[in-house]
């Protein structure tokens, strides 16, 4: 199995930045697609943003866009998650993910493969 471990998550206040960490390791040469979702209690998880393993694609929820920048890691095996101007809607369970599809990013969670425990992200205002 493809291990995903994230870090990087805290308290902050409205306003500040965090940057979230995933490593991949285990299997990882099946890893296409890498990205983020969250999910708060009560709702369902969604898509923040992902990036092709291996180009410079990338895609991202119009809730993030132009706050949020995905990126990888040259060894191709650890995405980053740079959160700017984070405000209280922000406030949740923050997942890593990975996906063998070589296709169009894709934002639908069914199609990921592998997920990481979670990191909690929590804005104060």
């Known amino acids: 199995q493809v291990q995903l471990v994230e870090s990087g998550g805290g308290l902050v206040q409205a306003g500040a930045s965090l940057r979230l960490s995933c490593a991949a390791s285990a299997r990882t040469a099946t890893i296409n697609h890498m990205g983020w979702f969250r999910q708060v209690p009560g709702k369902e998880r969604v898509f923040v943003a992902a990036?092709?393993?291996?180009?410079?694609?990338?895609r991202y929820a119009d809730s993030v866009k132009g706050r949020f920048t995905i990126s990888r890691d040259n060894a191709k095996t650890v995405i980053y998650l740079q959160m700017n101007t984070l405000t209280p809607e922000d406030t949740a369970t923050y997942y890593c993910?990975?996906?063998?599809?070589?296709?169009?990013?894709?934002?639908?969670?069914?199609?990921?493969?592998?997920w990481g425990q979670g990191t909690q992200v929590t804005v104060s205002s």
């Open positions: 990036i092709s393993r291996f180009g410079p694609n990338t």
């Open positions: 993910a990975a996906s063998r599809y070589s296709g169009t990013l894709s934002s639908i969670r069914g199609t990921y493969d592998y």
